[in-house]
């Protein structure tokens, strides 16, 4: 996205798939950002904001959720075909989300247990990620995504360059806070060298493991990280399902995961 000329307000456009709409949550949590923020860009649509709609195209267009029904993945193209940007937000839309645990499984056998009449539900075999169906100009991770992040990411396209948004690992966040290393100091479990940071090592400041929220980072090992888990007494059947939390239908957190399914080993 280009700068925009002196006086031009862009449209800025959210749509939400399969999600639990906490992403569009932390652009609301803004606050005092967002009062600066509405007067610098004009809010053509953004269902959880207000009712009002702005026909597209639109200059920046947030999507949170993945894809799960063949109407989404229609709907969806019709988002890109009239955004200029179109950037993804969270897990959901960038690895699929929570949802994606369906991937592993036999959805028939899903829907079958959880609806009265199974026979009534249309839905796609997977979840996938938002760049599966059509082209992302940028992926803002996290469950959810950090909301300084997010600032990031529009004044980025206000001023027509390149969002900074660190790729390094949650073990760089912990020693910036000066947490001591869990795994190595306690042997309590911890996704953080195989995930993006973000959240500014939350879990891990108050004694518990990261769970993966953003990610997996940009240089993984995550063959590496699971020995050592087993090693510290982590069966292989909860390692597997360590992998497959927010974020389960990311290559190497799924492939990871495949790798210590006990179902898979029969």
Known sequence: MTAPAPGFRPS???FKFASC???????????????????AVSIAHFAEMSRATIEGPYD???VEGSITTSADAERLQLVRATSTTLV?????????GIQALR????????????YARPEYIKTL???TPIADHVKVDFELRGCPIDRHQL???ITAALAGRRPVIPTHSVC??????GTTCLLVGRGVPCLGPVTQAGCGALCPAIGRGCYGCFGPAEATNTGALADRLLEVGMDPADLSRWFRTFNAGAPAFAKESLRHDPQRQR
Request: negative net charge; contains cysteine.
């Open 88 to 96: 993804s937000i969270g897990a959901c839309a960038t690895a699929g």
């Open 151 to 153: 600032l990031e990411v």
């Open 60 to 62: 920046l267009t947030f």
């Open 172 to 177: 760089a966040e912990c020693k910036l806070r």
């Open 125 to 127: 075999a997977t979840a």
């Open 12 to 14: 800025v456009a959210v």
């Open 103 to 114: 991937n592993f499984a036999d959805i028939g056998d899903y829907v079958a247990a959880v």
């Open 21 to 39: 709409d906490g992403c569009q949550l932390s652009l609301l949590d803004c606050e005092d950002e967002l009062l600066s923020l509405a007067g």
